[in-house]
Protein backbone atom coordinates (compact mmCIF):
# COMPACT_ATOMS: atom_id res chain seq x y z
CA UNK A 1 0.00 0.00 0.00
CA UNK A 2 2.76 2.28 0.89
CA UNK A 3 4.33 0.78 -2.47
CA UNK A 4 1.62 2.33 -4.31
CA UNK A 5 1.73 5.66 -2.88
CA UNK A 6 5.16 6.57 -3.19
CA UNK A 7 4.35 5.54 -7.24
CA UNK A 8 1.57 7.63 -7.45
CA UNK A 9 3.46 10.86 -5.74
CA UNK A 10 6.09 9.90 -7.99
CA UNK A 11 4.32 9.91 -10.89
CA UNK A 12 2.55 13.23 -10.08
CA UNK A 13 5.95 14.84 -9.92
CA UNK A 14 7.24 13.79 -13.24
CA UNK A 15 4.27 14.43 -14.46
CA UNK A 16 4.07 18.41 -13.35
CA UNK A 17 7.54 18.56 -13.98
CA UNK A 18 7.36 17.19 -17.16
CA UNK A 19 5.32 19.71 -18.35
CA UNK A 20 7.48 22.79 -17.62
CA UNK A 21 10.03 21.71 -20.08
CA UNK A 22 7.75 23.48 -22.99
CA UNK A 23 9.13 26.90 -23.00
CA UNK A 24 7.07 29.86 -24.48
CA UNK A 25 8.57 30.40 -28.13
CA UNK A 26 10.52 33.11 -29.03
CA UNK A 27 9.28 36.06 -30.35
CA UNK A 28 9.97 36.19 -34.19
CA UNK A 29 11.83 38.53 -35.78
CA UNK A 30 8.87 39.34 -38.12
CA UNK A 31 6.23 38.68 -35.79
CA UNK A 32 2.48 39.87 -37.75
CA UNK A 33 0.41 41.95 -36.23
CA UNK A 34 -2.95 41.37 -34.49
CA UNK A 35 -4.59 43.38 -36.85
CA UNK A 36 -3.08 41.78 -39.50
CA UNK A 37 -3.59 38.28 -38.47
CA UNK A 38 -7.15 38.95 -37.55
CA UNK A 39 -7.19 40.47 -41.28
CA UNK A 40 -5.57 37.35 -43.01
CA UNK A 41 -7.63 34.20 -40.83
CA UNK A 42 -10.62 36.26 -41.82
CA UNK A 43 -9.54 35.82 -45.53
CA UNK A 44 -8.33 32.20 -44.96
CA UNK A 45 -11.65 31.59 -43.44
CA UNK A 46 -13.37 32.99 -46.14
CA UNK A 47 -11.63 31.31 -48.90
CA UNK A 48 -11.52 27.88 -47.38
CA UNK A 49 -15.87 28.18 -46.81
CA UNK A 50 -16.45 28.85 -50.54
CA UNK A 51 -18.49 26.24 -51.99
CA UNK A 52 -20.50 24.87 -55.72
CA UNK A 53 -19.63 27.07 -58.18
CA UNK A 54 -17.09 29.65 -56.60
CA UNK A 55 -14.84 26.80 -55.41
CA UNK A 56 -15.13 25.19 -58.93
CA UNK A 57 -14.14 28.71 -60.34
CA UNK A 58 -11.08 28.70 -57.60
CA UNK A 59 -9.91 25.20 -58.54
CA UNK A 60 -10.58 25.91 -62.07
CA UNK A 61 -7.84 28.84 -61.75
CA UNK A 62 -5.76 27.30 -59.95
CA UNK A 63 -5.98 29.18 -56.92
CA UNK A 64 -4.76 28.02 -53.71
CA UNK A 65 -6.40 30.20 -50.77
CA UNK A 66 -3.37 30.05 -48.56
CA UNK A 67 -0.64 31.24 -51.39
CA UNK A 68 -3.63 33.99 -52.51
CA UNK A 69 -3.51 35.28 -48.61
CA UNK A 70 -0.35 34.74 -48.04
CA UNK A 71 0.50 37.32 -51.45
CA UNK A 72 -2.06 39.35 -50.68
CA UNK A 73 -0.60 40.40 -47.21
CA UNK A 74 3.00 40.19 -48.87
CA UNK A 75 4.34 37.64 -46.28
CA UNK A 76 5.21 34.33 -46.17
CA UNK A 77 4.11 30.62 -45.03
CA UNK A 78 6.98 30.46 -42.15
CA UNK A 79 6.13 33.94 -41.05
CA UNK A 80 2.47 32.79 -40.57
CA UNK A 81 3.18 29.76 -38.56
CA UNK A 82 5.98 31.59 -36.53
CA UNK A 83 3.34 34.12 -35.52
CA UNK A 84 0.41 31.64 -35.56
CA UNK A 85 2.52 29.68 -32.86
CA UNK A 86 3.82 32.69 -30.74
CA UNK A 87 -0.05 33.29 -30.25
CA UNK A 88 -1.24 30.11 -29.83
CA UNK A 89 1.02 30.24 -27.05
CA UNK A 90 -0.20 33.47 -26.14
CA UNK A 91 -3.45 32.36 -25.10
CA UNK A 92 -4.33 35.76 -24.19
CA UNK A 93 -3.08 37.11 -27.81
CA UNK A 94 -4.94 34.79 -29.46
CA UNK A 95 -7.84 34.84 -27.70
CA UNK A 96 -8.19 38.68 -28.27
CA UNK A 97 -7.15 37.57 -32.10
CA UNK A 98 -10.12 35.39 -32.87
CA UNK A 99 -12.64 38.02 -30.50
CA UNK A 100 -12.39 39.90 -33.55
CA UNK A 101 -12.15 37.42 -36.04
CA UNK A 102 -15.39 36.64 -34.71
CA UNK A 103 -17.21 40.32 -34.61
CA UNK A 104 -15.74 40.53 -37.93
CA UNK A 105 -17.26 37.63 -39.16
CA UNK A 106 -20.94 38.92 -37.36
CA UNK A 107 -20.17 42.25 -38.82
CA UNK A 108 -19.74 39.97 -42.84
CA UNK A 109 -23.08 38.10 -41.98
CA UNK A 110 -25.52 41.08 -40.98
CA UNK A 111 -24.30 43.20 -44.17
CA UNK A 112 -25.20 40.34 -46.19
CA UNK A 113 -27.92 39.66 -44.96
CA UNK A 114 -29.03 43.15 -44.96
CA UNK A 115 -28.05 43.14 -48.87
CA UNK A 116 -30.35 39.70 -49.08
CA UNK A 117 -33.16 41.13 -47.20
CA UNK A 118 -32.84 44.52 -49.54
CA UNK A 119 -32.87 42.13 -53.00
CA UNK A 120 -35.42 39.92 -51.55
CA UNK A 121 -37.94 43.18 -51.22
CA UNK A 122 -36.88 45.01 -54.48
CA UNK A 123 -37.54 41.59 -56.19
CA UNK A 124 -41.09 41.46 -54.35
CA UNK A 125 -41.76 45.16 -55.37
CA UNK A 126 -40.50 44.67 -59.00
CA UNK A 127 -43.05 40.65 -59.33
CA UNK A 128 -45.92 43.06 -57.45
CA UNK A 129 -45.89 45.92 -59.80
CA UNK A 130 -45.44 43.74 -62.90
CA UNK A 131 -48.54 41.80 -61.49
CA UNK A 132 -50.37 45.00 -61.10
CA UNK A 133 -49.76 45.92 -64.48
CA UNK A 134 -50.62 42.69 -66.20
CA UNK A 135 -54.09 42.27 -63.85
CA UNK A 136 -54.82 46.17 -65.28
CA UNK A 137 -53.89 44.95 -68.53
CA UNK A 138 -56.74 42.51 -68.32
CA UNK A 139 -59.02 44.45 -66.18
CA UNK A 140 -58.53 46.81 -69.29
CA UNK A 141 -59.31 44.27 -71.80
CA UNK A 142 -62.40 42.22 -69.55
CA UNK A 143 -64.44 45.82 -69.11
CA UNK A 144 -63.51 47.37 -72.43
CA UNK A 145 -64.88 43.88 -73.80
CA UNK A 146 -67.98 43.46 -72.02
CA UNK A 147 -68.65 47.39 -72.12
CA UNK A 148 -69.06 47.22 -75.57
CA UNK A 149 -71.20 43.87 -75.92
CA UNK A 150 -73.31 45.69 -72.93
CA UNK A 151 -73.74 48.24 -74.99
CA UNK A 152 -74.68 46.22 -78.54
CA UNK A 153 -76.68 44.67 -76.35
CA UNK A 154 -78.50 47.48 -75.23
CA UNK A 155 -78.70 49.13 -79.03
CA UNK A 156 -80.12 46.22 -80.47
CA UNK A 157 -83.10 46.04 -78.10
CA UNK A 158 -83.98 49.24 -78.52
CA UNK A 159 -83.95 48.53 -82.43
CA UNK A 160 -80.94 50.48 -83.25
CA UNK A 161 -78.49 48.49 -85.26
CA UNK A 162 -74.94 49.90 -85.28
CA UNK A 163 -71.77 48.31 -86.71
CA UNK A 164 -69.32 47.29 -83.80
CA UNK A 165 -66.64 48.96 -86.23
Request: include cysteine; proline fraction near 2%.
Amino acid sequence: MIFKRVILYLGIVLFVTACYKYKAPKKPKHLISKDKMVNILLDLKLLSSTTGKNKRILDEKGVDAETYVFSKYNIDSLQFALSNEYYTFHIEDYDEIYKKLEDSLDILKKAYETLLKEETERELKEKKAKDSIERAKKKLKDSTGNDTKKKLIEKEEEGVLIDPV
